[in-house]
């Protein structure tokens, strides 16, 4: 089970910091994710971790995001800097094997004002 926290309405320009917390599974072998759907637009990498710590970011928040696992805690974060406008979605935790993911959170609204 992953649970998703931290979203919320932030001014353009704040950080936020989500969080998922995951149970039921062993969390450090795993490749975690976060993902992003905006209304009306398809659901989107946002960042990616591996088992060893490799992130990969999409190139819309590359220096602004950063992806982190604490392996003890079984607990998953996005820090999001500089956010925008275009950084409104809702955004969701996923657990996978490689590139697949295949367990899913229910997700956590981010809402940017400009």
């Known amino acids: 089970q992953l649970v998703e926290s931290g979203g919320g309405l932030a001014q353009a320009g704040a950080s936020l910091r989500l969080s998922c917390a995951a149970s039921?599974?062993?969390?450090?072998?795993?490749?975690m994710g976060w993902f992003r759907q905006a209304p009306g637009k398809e659901r989107g990498l946002v960042a990616r971790?591996?088992?060893?710590?490799?992130?990969s970011y999409a190139d819309s928040v590359k220096g602004r995001f950063t992806i982190s696992r604490d392996n003890a805690k079984t607990t998953l974060y996005l820090q999001m800097n500089r956010l925008q406008s275009e950084d409104t979605a809702v955004y969701l935790c996923?657990?996978?094997?490689?590139?697949?993911?295949?367990?899913w959170g229910r997700g956590t609204q981010v809402t940017v004002s400009s």
């Open positions: 996923a657990a996978g094997e490689g590139s697949s993911f295949s367990s």
């Open positions: 039921g599974r062993t969390f450090s072998g795993h490749y």
């Open positions: 971790i591996t088992p060893s710590g490799s992130t």
